[in-house]
């Protein structure tokens, strides 16, 4: 499973890419707008992200209501660096917007997913990328994992070949919020896990790591000690 990170942070993306693991970035209207951006502001700093991401696929949201306002805003994000991503809100105006820009050969990562259905009319429609979202249940007392397998499922049921630019369709497991969404993902077979910063750091460690390193230092101490 890959992992991408969740944030539009600029600080956040050149640290988690200097661990040598990250292999895609997504951002969305409230990720950018925890960054303290302006509007006029937008596109050049996805520029940024892309050029700082160069080789991995960034998403930049459209931010558009109607079908042909997307299908133009996702033009011109997807103008901004060959590695950018158009990411559109799964709904009646999202589908359409999605299969115009894939038959130009724009990529689209299609997000807000809660369902199955939604996400086979995803792949239908031809995005390249799914975001069923698993954090957001567990925020209602449901069981964000069991939805996530429904989707990885249904997905996996058919051959998207011809459907979208790269004749293929990825999971992307959204909405983590812990490493044990982490897991479950893993342990689904989604193909991606997109992960806030703070969660991923998570990832890396484990208190029993901690407790082993501590204990190394204080040993090598010793010996430093007695030279």
Same mark, same amino acid.
């Given at each position: 499973?890959? $992992? %991408?990170?969740?944030?539009? +942070?600029? #600080? ?5 890419? @200097?661990?040598? !693991? &990250?292999?895609g970035v997504t951002t969305n209207p409230s990720l950018y707008a925890k960054t303290g951006g302006k509007l006029a502001d937008f596109e050049g700093h996805m520029s940024k992200i892309a050029e700082l !991401? ?9 931010? @558009? ?11 011109? &994000?997807?103008? =901004? ?9 799964? !709904?009646?105006?999202? &589908? ?12 689209? +990562?299609?997000? =807000?997913? %809660? ?13 390249? /990328?799914?975001?069923? $979202?698993?954090?957001? %249940? ?11 397998? #429904?989707?990885?499922? !249904?997905?996996? +049921? /058919?051959?998207? @070949?011809?459907?979208?630019? #790269? ?7 959204? @909405?983590?919020?812990? *490493? ?10 989604? #193909?991606?896990?997109?992960? *806030? $910063?703070?969660? &991923? ?6 208190? =029993?790591?901690?407790?082993? =390193?501590?204990? %190394? ?11």
């Amino acid at each position: 499973m890959k $992992f %991408f990170i969740d944030t539009a +942070n600029l #600080d956040e993306i050149a640290e988690a890419k @200097s661990w040598g !693991c &990250l292999a895609g970035v997504t951002t969305n209207p409230s990720l950018y707008a925890k960054t303290g951006g302006k509007l006029a502001d937008f596109e050049g700093h996805m520029s940024k992200i892309a050029e700082l !991401c160069a080789g991995l696929p960034v998403s930049a949201e459209a931010t @558009s209501e109607d079908a042909e306002a997307m299908v133009a805003e996702g033009r011109r &994000l997807a103008a =901004l660096a060959p590695n950018i991503v158009v990411k559109l809100p799964i !709904c009646e105006a999202g &589908l359409a917007a999605t299969r115009t820009l894939a038959d130009e050969g724009v990529r689209v +990562n299609m997000t =807000l997913v %809660f369902s199955a259905p939604q996400a086979l009319l995803a792949a239908n429609a031809g995005a390249r /990328y799914i975001s069923p $979202f698993v954090g957001r %249940f567990d925020d209602l007392g449901e069981d964000g994992v069991s939805q996530l397998a #429904d989707v990885i499922a !249904c997905i996996g +049921n /058919y051959d998207w @070949s011809g459907k979208n630019v #790269d004749d293929t369709v990825e999971i992307i497991a959204a @909405s983590i919020r812990t *490493p044990h969404h982490v897991t479950q993902a893993a342990l689904l077979g989604a #193909d991606i896990a997109t992960v *806030p $910063f703070a969660a &991923l750091k998570k990832c890396v460690h484990h208190p =029993l790591t901690d407790r082993g =390193l501590e204990g %190394f230092k204080a040993d090598w101490n010793k010996v430093i000690a007695g030279a």
